[in-house]
């Protein structure tokens, strides 16, 4: 029989608690850590409509890069979109997992799956945080290289290879050849993407005055979107858990997407 726990600790090797923001809330954020599994559904949001979709299909822990409760509530009622999850959830003995910041810094995570997603290769973490039990480097940001190209000719390609509908970016007058990439809301990266070498830095979330910023800097600055610069992971999070867990059914959410549309 496959637990909860048994999910929770087999995340825990591939995203470690200690990789995560000081501010985060990561792991079993909802529900019972006995509770046997058959199903899971991964996502990136664990929103209702997703809570729904995990209801429908029979699964009893859902799986998400984001978490389920983000700032504490002082209350768990149907009056707010978290309390109807929770109590969603709590009502079908559901559990939410999350693996967040720590995801983002881990090797093989968000921003792996981001690098490898845009096709750079030879990539690595700019500035590491320490090392993982395997001797790897982890840290939040990376880089990589790709044939030089046209930033007009990146940009379609990005669009192209995340499935965005649009594009936010200033352009630092050179070709892309080195990338930083963020996944999520990672602008205050500029800087350290320009110091490190690269021509051209992937993320999402940029404020004004950061575009200002690489622009000046000469260098590209390319926001993508929160949701599909993170979104990549999912399909190798849900590979991982059914490699390891072959006796259950694992699947990505067909029904999370971006609430953001563009006109």
């Known amino acids: ?3 909860v726990g048994d999910v929770l600790e087999f995340l825990e090797t591939l995203a470690p608690r200690y990789m995560k923001m000081d501010w985060d809330h990561v792991g079993l954020l909802c529900g019972r850590s006995g509770r046997e599994v058959r199903r899971i559904l991964v996502a990136l949001d664990p929103f209702q409509d997703v809570c729904q ?4 299909w029979g699964a009893e822990l859902l799986v998400t890069h984001h978490p389920l409760i983000f700032q504490p509530p002082q209350s768990i009622t149907d009056d707010t979109s978290v309390g109807r999850c ?6 079908r003995d559901m559990a939410a997992i999350n693996a967040h910041t720590n995801l983002d810094c881990a090797p093989g995570g968000v921003n792996d799956c981001l690098a490898g997603a845009l096709g750079l290769e030879e990539t690595v973490v700019l500035n590491p945080s320490g090392t993982d039990g395997q001797g790897r480097p982890w840290g939040l ?6 044939e030089p190209v046209s930033l007009e000719a990146f940009l379609e390609q990005v669009k192209q290879r995340l499935g965005c509908p649009g594009l936010r970016y200033v352009s630092g007058g050179r070709p892309v050849c080195r990338v930083a990439v963020g996944g999520g809301a990672c602008g205050d990266g500029v800087r350290e993407a320009f110091d ?7 993320t999402a979330d940029v404020k004004y005055n950061q575009f200002w910023d690489a622009r000046d800097l000469g260098m590209n600055l390319i926001d993508a979107g929160h949701f ?7 399909a190798t999070l849900a590979e991982k858990l059914q490699g390891q867990f072959p006796q259950i059914l694992v699947k990505v959410s067909e029904h999370h997407t971006d609430c953001i549309k563009f006109c």
Do not use: S, Y
Request: glycine share 6%; hydrophobic share 50%; with cysteine.
């Open 86 to 91: 929770i109590l969603f959830l709590a009502a």
């Open 141 to 146: 940001l990376r880089a990589g290289r790709r």
């Open 228 to 234: 599909w610069t993170e979104n990549p992971v999912c």
């Open 53 to 56: 979709e995990a209801a429908d």
């Open 196 to 202: 490190a070498g690269c021509d051209t830095f992937v």
């Open 1 to 3: 029989m496959i637990t």
